[in-house]
């Protein structure tokens, strides 16, 4: 890299993307560094740093709007609004620990460029879902503003849905407005254990179609974080609702076993662990996320392990796959043929190595129409190219 770049003001970084885009300099943009590993890398001669980009400009807790500079570390704004009773509903997850970056490193502006969220999407959403408004500065050097600081505001096009998930590939956000929640009362783990895969994510979308209310279904299959299998429901709410509905599992699911009940510190705890893929933290191994209809998530397992060896666990009620190779190779062919078979999804290289991520499509490969509107996208946004040029396709 030629030079690092640390605008202060939205003002400092249209004048940088602006000296970018008229010299043809592409960019890496980072907050704090910690999704570097995620995607292609960049091919880029100078780094954006948005780190002194920082700060709430205002918070509202009885409005439950935050708006915040993208720079800002994540941490930060999650111990505001705790402070406050308050939450990010989407339960961002941090890459951190399977990256082997140190935990609580990212930014808000990393949060939404990777559309980042935890074992509650499958209740509360994405982060794109949870952003009101946002300031950000185009390829192209120009600042512009989309949505508001209000909760229904359907003006023009939702331009941020459209960045969120972008990876930075067409604008660098400066500052956003997002919603928050209020922090349940309490919560707690509905666990059965021993169950097989396929009886585990039947457990789990049978509970999901019930009235209890869940924002968290997981099940570890025996090895993966202990000994015996563990099929995980999350409550939350008010002590005696979550009391009623835990009950109310007990009757639902009985024919699955006996369940244990783990208080809220345990809870909260197991739940991070599942967020942030600890299971697969402090290797090497490649790991891919693999996001498929629930109930097929066992039958891909089961196809995987006939041809690989691997480690495995779900979320999302059986949605979401997290696939580890234990061998080291990232047997692409193998994950994306198998997913074919197995019904279809997506599947996102999320940890290997520099040289393997540079020579593959990390992510899902998209169908021609839709790549064709992705490049026309991108062709509004940044003609020129310079922002994490190479990221999510290789040449562009």
């Not at 943009?29 to 292609?40: A, D, N, T, V």
């Not at 308050?86 to 490193?105: C, H, I, N, R, T």
């Not at 209000?150 to 849905?161: A, E, I, M, S």
């Not at 690989?308 to 059986?318: K, R």
């Amino acid at each position: 890299m030629d030079a690092t770049l640390k605008p202060r003001t939205t003002q400092e970084l249209e004048d940088v993307v602006k000296w970018a885009a008229a010299e043809e300099q592409p960019l890496e943009i980072i907050g704090q560094g910690s999704k570097r590993g995620l995607g292609r890398p960049v091919q880029a001669a100078h780094v954006l740093d948005l780190s002194d980009i920082s700060g709430v400009d205002s918070y509202e807790p009885a409005e439950l709007i935050l708006t915040v500079k993208a720079g800002t570390p994540i941490a930060e704004v999650e111990k505001l609004v705790d402070e406050n009773a308050q939450e990010l509903s989407f339960e961002p997850m941090d890459y951190g620990p399977l990256q082997g970056v140190d935990a609580g490193k990212g930014t808000v502006g990393g949060v939404l460029a990777a559309n980042l969220s935890g074992p509650r999407r499958i209740k509360a959403g994405a982060a794109r879902d949870h952003v009101l408004g946002m300031e950000a500065v185009s390829g192209r050097g120009e600042i512009f503003n989309s949505g508001g600081k209000v909760v229904k505001n359907v003006t023009g096009y939702d331009l941020p849905r459209a960045l969120c998930g972008s990876f930075g590939t067409l604008a660098v956000a400066s500052t956003v407005t997002l919603k928050v929640n209020p922090k349940p009362e309490t919560s707690a783990s509905f666990v059965l254990t021993g169950l097989g895969d396929e009886s585990a994510i039947a457990a789990l979308c049978q509970a999901m179609g019930s009235s209890a209310e869940v924002s968290g279904a997981a099940h570890l299959p025996a090895g993966v974080g202990g000994e015996k299998s563990r099929t995980i429901l999350r409550l939350e709410g008010f002590e005696t609702s979550v009391d009623y509905r835990f009950k109310g599992l007990q009757k639902l699911l009985s024919a699955f076993g006996s369940a244990e009940r783990l208080a809220e510190n345990d809870s909260r705890s197991l739940w991070r662990t599942i967020r942030d893929v600890e299971p697969f933290a402090g290797s090497n191994a490649p790991v891919w996320r693999i996001s498929v209809a629930p109930t097929r998530g066992p039958k891909l397992v089961e196809l995987l392990r006939g041809k690989l060896d691997i480690e495995a666990y779900y979320d999302w009620s059986g949605g979401l796959v997290w696939v580890s190779l234990v061998d080291g190779l990232v047997h692409e062919s193998d994950i994306r043929g198998t997913l074919l078979d197995a019904g279809g999804g997506h599947a996102t290289l999320v940890r290997a190595v520099p040289s393997v991520r540079s020579n593959m499509d990390v992510f899902q490969p998209q169908p021609a129409p839709l790549a064709s509107l992705s490049a026309r996208l991108k062709a509004q946004f940044d003609p020129s190219g310079i922002l994490n040029p190479g990221r999510m396709t290789a040449g562009v």
